[in-house]
C-alpha cells in the first residue's frame, strides 16, 4: 500500500534522545517502517500497529541516537529528527510570546525583530458610567485581540508561576525581552510574569478592594489595525465578582512565589489579595454579563463557587488563617469539575491546598483531594488510551480552545506530578500531547507560529495581521480543532469534518486560529515539564 506523506504524522520539532517516540499514520492495515541514517543505512526497522480508527502507530523509542533521520513508510520518505534539546527553541519562543503582547510598551528592534512596534493604550481609561478615569496600562493584550480581560490574566499568571515552582531549570534558558522589563531581572517565567501582575493590581478599585473585569476599546477594531493605531477610548468595565475572585487568587499566588524576588511586589501583592478577598466575602456572586455599550469580549461564568473555592486555598496557602480554611472546606466538599479553565478554575483550589503550609491543612482533606486528582488523571489516561494520537480527549472536548483544553489535562498530569501524585500515564500524555501540538495531527499541522515543516501561518491576531511582516509573530498556540464551527469561514469551509479537523489556518477563523495568553500558558508548563523529564 503506497502512503502519502501527507498521511504520515510526526512531532515535526522531533524527539528528545531519552524519550518516547511514536508517528502515525492514516492507514487500515499494519505497515512495516524503517528509519534511515544520513547517507541511507538502515538503523531501525518496525511495523506499525492500530492505534484506532484509520490509524496506525508506529514507535522508535529505542532509537535514542541524535542524527536526523528519513522515515519510510508505505513507500513515501519523511524527515525526523532526535536530538537533545529538540524543545528548547519552541519553548523559549512560547515564552516570548507574553513580551510581544506587551501593552503600553514600545517593543525595539532589538528584542521584537521585525515585529517591533510603538507603545499603544497608553491613555486612560474611562470607568464606565463615570467621568472617572483610570490608568491601566501595561500588562498583556489578552489574543488576537487588544483587550485586557482580568479573568483569563489569572489564568495566565497562575500557569507561568506554577511552570516556574515546577519546572525552573528548563525555564532557566529562556531569553525574555531583557530590555522590555526592568532590573533587577528574575528567573524568566517570574520575569515576563511580573509585567501581568503589576497592570493587575491597577484593576483593583482603591475604596472598595473590587476588581474591574476588564479594559477594552468597546468594539473589537478592524483585524488590520496596529496596536499603535489602535486610539478609540478605553473603558474600564464594572466590578465583577469573577475578576475579584481569580485577582485574588492570582495574587495571593504571587505574593508567595515572588517574596524571595522581589518582595516589595509580593507584599503589594499580598496586601491586595487581602482587599479583594474582603471584598469577596461582601461581594454578591452576580456572573458578569457586558454592558449594553460594549461588544468585545465578556468572559461569561455563571458558576462563581470554583472561583471562590481558587481564592480561598490561595489566601490559605498565602496566610494559614484557620477563618480561609474554614471557607475552603465545604467548597472543596463540593462536586465542582476539576479543571484549569478561564471559567472552570476548581483544581487551582485544590493545587492550591495541596502546596498550603501542611500546618494549615488537614491531613485527611489533603488526603481526600489527592484521591480525587488521581481519580482525574485514571479518566484521562482512560481517554488518552482509547484516543488514536494518545491524547486525554473526547470528540466533545475539541471546542473553541481545545488546544488549550488538551494543554490543560497533560499540565494536570505534570502539576500532580511535581506534588508527589504519580501516575504511570504521565510521560505518555505529555509527551503525545506536544507532539499533536507539533504536528502529529490528522492535519499534520503544527499549532505554534513559526516553528514546524507546517507551521500556522495566518492567525487571527491583529499584530501579525497588520504589519507588513510576512510570517506571524513566532511562538504563539493557536486555538485548535472547533468541532462546533462558530464563525463563518469554518461553517462554510468544514461542516462534516471529523472533531480533530475542524480546523483552519485562516486569519478570520476567530474560533479556530486566534491565540491567547492562557492557551499559551500551560505549553510554556507542558513542555517545560516534558524538558525536565527527558534530557534537555
Ligand atoms: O478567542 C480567544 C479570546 C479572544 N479575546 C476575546 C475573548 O472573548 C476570546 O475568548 C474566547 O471567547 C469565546 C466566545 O465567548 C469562548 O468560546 C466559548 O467557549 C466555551 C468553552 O470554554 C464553549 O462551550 C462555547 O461554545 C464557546 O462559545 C472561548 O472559551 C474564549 O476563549
Ligand atoms: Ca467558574
Ligand atoms: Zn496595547
Redesign the pocket.
Known sequence: MSLSPKSIFVNQLGYLTGGQKRFWIRARSPLPFVLQAAGGMAVYAGITSPAGGDYQAGDFSALCAPGTYQLEVGGSRVPVVIRRGAYRDVLNALLRFFDYQLCGVALPASEAGPWAHGPCHTHPAQVLGEARTVSCNGGWH????Y?KYTVPAAKAVADLLLAHECFPSPLAECRPMEAVHPTPHLPPALEVAREEVVWLLSMQDPETGGVYHKVSTAAFPPLDTRPEDDAAPLVLCPISYAATATFCAAMAHAAVVYRPFDPALASCAADAARRAYAWLLRGDMRPFRNPAEIRT???GDDELRDELLWASCAMLRLTGDPACHALCEPLLDLDLPLEL???DVALYGVIAYLMAPPGATRTDLRAKLVQRFKSLLDDFAALAKAHPFGLPMRDEDF???SNMVLLNRAMSFLVAEALGVYHPATRAVVQRTVDYLLGANPLGQCYVTGFGTNPVCHPHHRPSVADDVGDPVPGMVA?GPNR?L?DEITRRKLAGRPAMEAYIDHQDS?STN?V?IYWNSPAVLVVAGLMEKGER
Open positions: 489578552d489574543a488576537g485581540d483587550g469580549g465578556e468572559y479553565g478561564w471559567a471546542i473553541w480552545g486555538g462546533n462558530q476567530y486566534e491567547a
